[in-house]
T-cell receptor, first 111, second 114 residues
Framework: QKEVEQNSGPLSVPEGAIASLNCTYS??????FFWYRQYSGKSPELIMSIYSNGDKEDGRFTAQLNKASQYVSLLIRDSQPSDSATYLC???????????FGRGTSLIVHP | DTGVSQDPRHKITKRGQNVTFRCDPISEHNRLYWYRQTLGQGPEFLTY????????KSRLLSDRFSAERPKGSFSTLEIQRTEQGDSAMYLCASSRASNTGELFFGEGSRLTVL
């Protein structure tokens, strides 16, 4: 069974700090990796996707992928209170159309 | 608004009743997904359509659940003989033909079974 593991948190960081969110996955055939943000009471919103090893930067967000270690992370620089949300990691294998989601990590950015 | 739309947004029903949810995907997206999410959990896959063909269903999808996507446009998810354990947020998502796996979610339909 394909599993995607995330620490449920909450992860609490002060405003302006770097928030580091981590995700591990069990399926070595995984080829596509995604981070979604979900505000309380809202639906998930795609914020980053990454397909190859290394770092991918988009504004204050950096996704990092290490396929050998089956590990993907999301860094949020200069964290803002508006970043407070649950961050969901999703993983898709090459032969599948179905992303599998982790349970999400709750991030709290306090002023 | 050209995003994914779901209806109704909220549904309260009594145990044993049938409920139906509708999803209208982004118009140029041919892939449509249904997920279910409960409090503190990530979205759990239910079923997937490519155009009008239902290509995959979760083993968790009991025979009380049925989904359709006639003509490859909107989709419906019906739950028959609802149980309290069916209470959840039902999320619809769509994606482009290129199989990137990038999903665009609707606002969800929250079901409460009394």
């Amino acid at each position: 069974q394909k599993e995607v593991e995330q620490n449920s948190g909450p992860l609490s960081v002060p405003e302006g700090a770097i928030a580091s969110l981590n995700c591990t996955y069990s399926d070595r055939g995984s080829q596509s990796f995604f981070w979604y943000r979900q505000y309380s009471g809202k639906s998930p919103e795609l914020i980053m996707s990454i397909y190859s090893n290394g770092d991918k930067e988009d504004g204050r967000f950096t996704a990092q992928l290490n396929k050998a270690s089956q590990y993907v992370s999301l860094l949020i620089r200069d964290s803002q209170p508006s970043d407070s949300a649950t961050y969901l990691c999703a993983v898709k294998s090459g032969g599948s159309y179905i992303p599998t989601f982790g349970r999400g990590t709750s991030l709290i950015v306090h002023p | 608004d050209t995003g994914v739309s779901q209806d109704p947004r909220h549904k309260i029903t009594k145990r044993g009743q049938n409920v139906t949810f509708r999803c209208d995907p982004i118009s140029e997206h041919n892939r449509l997904y249904w997920y279910r999410q409960t409090l503190g959990q990530g979205p759990e896959f239910l079923t997937y359509f490519q155009n009008e063909a239902q290509l995959e269903k979760s083993r968790l999808l009991s025979d009380r659940f049925s989904a359709e996507r006639p003509k490859g446009s909107f989709s419906t998810l019906e739950i028959q003989r609802t149980e309290q354990g069916d209470s959840a947020m039902y999320l619809c998502a769509s994606s482009r033909a290129s199989n990137t796996g990038e999903l665009f979610f609707g606002e969800g339909s929250r079901l409460t079974v009394l």
